[in-house]
């Protein structure tokens, strides 16, 4: 039988002649007009990294972990977690909100695991693609339910933030953030901006370990913020996208979110596992809305659910399942918190490194922001001109902020890089 | 401190989704779910393919895989097999290069990022779908951007096709509007153009420059044979004209959960697909940045071995043929029982779903008095039966049909 359907559609097509549409070989194509996009600034890095046949080449562009050999690690929890899992799933949809185990353990991570709010059941969360499915999700839903709002982003800020704002069509603020005098934290900036803010206001916050700058308000400093946005009404929306990975201790990392939570801020986060269990691939994550009540969150969450379905209906059992396994079994969370511990002591330490490395090499600048800044990523300071001349010279790739990830560095091409640093820069 | 969001309502139950929950809280022993489509097993088990397994477990055990970010556009070798199995390995729009294929999650996804290409891209915004259709089509297309009118496709005096009312509903469109078409087996009603319809609505749509954009998600499903079910857009394509074509393996592999899926856009030339393909991965870097590397690994694994290749069109075929065999045997019950009606429809229809003609009314009867769960439109998933159950609900149908005829 489906020979002959075959047939009859071979036929079906060559009984006509296609005269009437003949002049469809000739049409011009609907995307003429369509113009090549731009690279993206981030992964365009590591597609020129890939084509350079230099035996010297060090990628330090995108933000995804190596161990000190410049290899991707895959953690021993996460080997396991898919050990355990493969051969035994249905592969069967997950409810569109996600996986209700993934989201009760990552909601623990965020917000506590004796939180209030838990308990009460006064989160909505759903599972999301990764950090940036998080973002999206949220500000589709911001548009949606609070069409007159904007979104005030820092400056600067991962790129992709205002591409997620713009296509959720938020319009978007910039308030201040990192000095470039002290390659530091503008936080009288910072504050003035969030002053002068109208009421009730949306900012997007990085928790920790800002990306691209490293460099994160002391927890006196958050405390004045979240004081601020108490007397302004705002909104905070915390992108956290490397808890653990930051100081090597989840809590730790979190504590932004704590003293927020403190002050009864309902706050949105977006949470990640793509560092931190190294599950990038997977793209699993959470967004979560801390409301006033259960009824409220139930309310919420039914109404995020209303823009996943239309965006990809329900999200992706494998990563999912990985971490429920891991964070379900306190064995396999425990050597979890192992894992991201060594991989935040290792960037620590090539910190620690390459400042020396660039001190010891006589450096004329100061390179004290190397170790102060915190997470996977150095804002260098180094100018689009020397990071061309690193790339083009020395085969070093970055993305042209001077934004250098630290997970690239190793034991093995930190003099390599702190030399090729210093030769770039020391006439300045 | 109140909540910004406190003025917002609860959204409804998806009226799909929703189903199995109410299946899910009734107690009783004989109750069948027939509605979300998913394939049941003769003994009413979700059923993961052997070659699936296969591939999971050669997975798992290459100690050299890592989880790295995948490509926007997602893996090579997804793309390039995916736009093989759909097209054909023959096909011209393939070795030309005229083809951007994208891996997206699952058919939505494919959907979702084709539709807020062509709001970016595309000098018309509305597209014209089948009426009924799958009822997260209109959602996903507005939420893009583009507007939605619908043209006739079911005749509920017939339970087919009415084909002259698409003709002339497609007929009285706008140039350049953009058409959705399911590549076969429709969902919700089973009903497909014959191959002669087909070639019609070719000629109707090339003639007015209108944009077919396919929705294939039973490729091998319907019929037990993938190139027959992918027949329609292999015309389309033979033409020399552009389309898109959204393809889900989640229920011709049975990956479901893992959301595989791939957008593909067939194109004049090479040169506009490759910018076109650059576009696109600026749709997709807002929304997840990059595709879920699973499902795809593992579709790519089956699809690149030929022995896995075969073995899987072999395992399809299987669950084809067992959802024919129970069209069979549903519509010879009713035969049996002289049920009230003309229910040759239920053979003449193809793939996962029967569109039954029953009423809400006759639909919430047989959930009360029958436990028989399907969406109130009267669809009802064939996979979801097996030998033993249907005649429940042959006779669950024969007394709805005559005590509320």
Not at chain 1, 100 to 114: F, W
Not at chain 1, 297 to 310: G, H
Not at chain 2, 282 to 294: A, G, K, Q, T
Request: proline share 5%; net charge neutral.
């Amino acid at each position: 039988m489906a020979m002959a359907m075959a047939m009859m559609f071979r036929n079906a097509a060559s009984r006509r002649p296609m005269s009437p549409i003949s002049g469809l070989r000739s049409m011009s194509s609907w995307w003429k007009h369509v113009e090549p996009a731009p690279k993206d600034p981030i992964l365009g890095v590591t597609e020129a990294f890939l084509a350079d046949p230099s035996p010297d080449k060090v990628n330090v562009g995108v933000g995804a972990y190596r161990d000190d050999n410049g290899k991707p690690v895959v953690l021993e929890c996460v080997r396991e977690a898919e050990r355990r899992i493969a051969g035994t799933s249905f592969m069967e949809y997950l409810p569109m909100g996600g996986s209700v185990k993934m989201m009760e353990e990552t909601l623990k991570l965020a917000y506590g695991d004796d939180s209030e709010f838990i308990k009460d059941k006064r989160i909505a969360a759903v599972q999301s693609l990764s950090g940036t499915g998080a973002c999206r999700l949220f500000a589709d839903f911001q548009k949606r339910f609070c069409p007159d709002s904007q979104i005030y982003i820092p400056v600067p800020t991962w790129s992709n933030h205002h591409n997620i704002w713009r296509d959720a069509q938020v319009p978007q603020k910039t308030y201040h953030y990192y000095h470039p005098e002290t390659k530091g934290l503008d936080f009288s900036g910072l504050m003035n901006d969030v002053k002068n803010a109208p009421e009730g206001s949306f900012f997007l916050l990085h928790a920790c370990a800002h990306n691209p700058t490293g460099v994160d308000p002391t927890d006196e400093q958050w405390r004045e913020i979240s004081q601020l946005f108490k007397a302004k009404n705002h909104f905070a929306f915390f992108d956290m996208a490397y808890q653990g990975f930051a100081s090597g201790d989840p809590a730790r990392d979190a504590k932004s979110i704590r003293i927020f939570l403190e002050d009864g801020h309902h706050i949105g986060i977006s949470q990640s596992y793509a560092k931190n269990m190294g599950l990038y691939g997977q793209r699993v994550g959470c967004l979560s809305v801390l409301c006033e009540d259960a009824k409220q969150a139930v309310t919420v969450k039914s109404q995020l659910q209303q823009l996943a379905r239309p965006m990809y209906s329900n999200p992706p059992l494998h990563g999912a399942q990985i971490v429920s396994t891991i964070l379900g079994d306190p064995e396999l969370k425990s050597l979890w918190l192992k894992e991201v511990k060594i991989m935040a002591d290792r960037i620590i330490g090539m910190r620690t490194t390459l400042r020396e490395s660039l001190e010891k090499l006589g450096s004329p600048l100061s390179w004290e922001h190397v170790t102060k800044q915190i997470g996977m990523f150095c804002y260098s300071g180094l100018t689009p001109e020397q990071v061309d001349r690193l790339t083009s010279e020395y085969h070093i790739y970055m993305t042209r902020n001077g934004r250098i990830s630290m997970a690239g560095v190793t034991t093995g091409n930190v003099g390599y890089l702190a030399n090729a640093i210093h030769e770039v820069t020391k006439s300045s | 401190m109140e909540s910004v969001f406190s003025n917002i309502t609860r959204a409804p139950e998806d009226p799909i989704l929703g189903v199995t929950v109410a299946y899910n809280n009734d107690p009783s022993p004989v109750k069948i779910n027939l509605g979300v489509g998913a394939y049941r097993t003769e003994e009413g088990k979700p059923l993961v393919l052997d070659v699936v397994r296969r591939a999971e477990l050669q997975l798992v055990n290459d100690k050299s895989r890592v989880k790295e970010y995948i490509p926007i556009v997602g893996i090579a070798d997804f793309n390039k097999l995916s736009a093989k199995l759909i097209l054909g390995g023959d096909s011209p729009a393939i070795t030309e290069n005229r083809v951007a294929t994208i891996q997206c999650l699952s058919g939505t996804g494919s959907l979702r990022v084709g539709a807020e290409f062509l709001t970016k891209h595309y000098h018309q915004h509305v597209i014209y779908i089948p009426k009924p259709t799958w009822g997260n089509h209109p959602k996903v297309f507005n939420l893009a951007g583009l507007s939605v009118e619908y043209f006739r496709y079911y005749d509920p005096t017939t339970r087919g096709l009415d084909f002259q009312g698409l003709i002339e509903d497609l007929g009285a469109a706008p140039s350049g509007a953009i058409v959705l078409l399911h590549a076969c087996a429709h969902n919700p009603t089973g009903v497909d153009p014959t191959p002669e319809q087909w070639e019609q609505i070719r000629q109707l749509i090339r003639s007015k420059s209108l944009l077919p954009f396919f929705d294939s998600a039973y490729q091998g499903f319907a019929s037990g044979s993938l190139d027959t079910d992918a027949g329609s857009v292999r015309m389309f394509v033979a033409d020399g004209g552009e389309c898109l074509i959204a393809q889900s393996y989640a229920k011709n592999m049975g990956l479901y959960g893992e959301r595989v899926g791939a957008l593909s856009i067939v194109c004049k030339s090479a040169d506009v697909a490759s910018k076109v393909e650059s576009q696109v991965k600026l749709v997709v870097r807002p929304m997840y940045s990059s595709p879920p590397i699973h499902g795809a690994s593992i579709v790519a694994t089956i699809l690149k071995s030929s022995d896995m290749y075969n073995d899987w069109t072999i395992e399809l075929k299987a669950m084809a043929d067992r959802i024919i065999s129970m069209r069979k045997q549903l519509f010879e019950a009713l035969q049996t029982r002289g049920t009230p009606g003309d229910w040759s429809h239920i053979i003449k229809q193809i793939g996962m779903f029967t569109f039954t003609g029953l009423n809400t009314e006759q639909v919430a009867f047989m959930t009360k008095e029958h436990h028989i769960y399907m969406t109130s439109d009267g669809r009802i998933s064939m996979a979801g039966l097996s030998s033993k159950t249907v005649p429940h609900l042959a006779d669950a149908i024969h007394d709805a049909v005559t005590r509320l005829g």
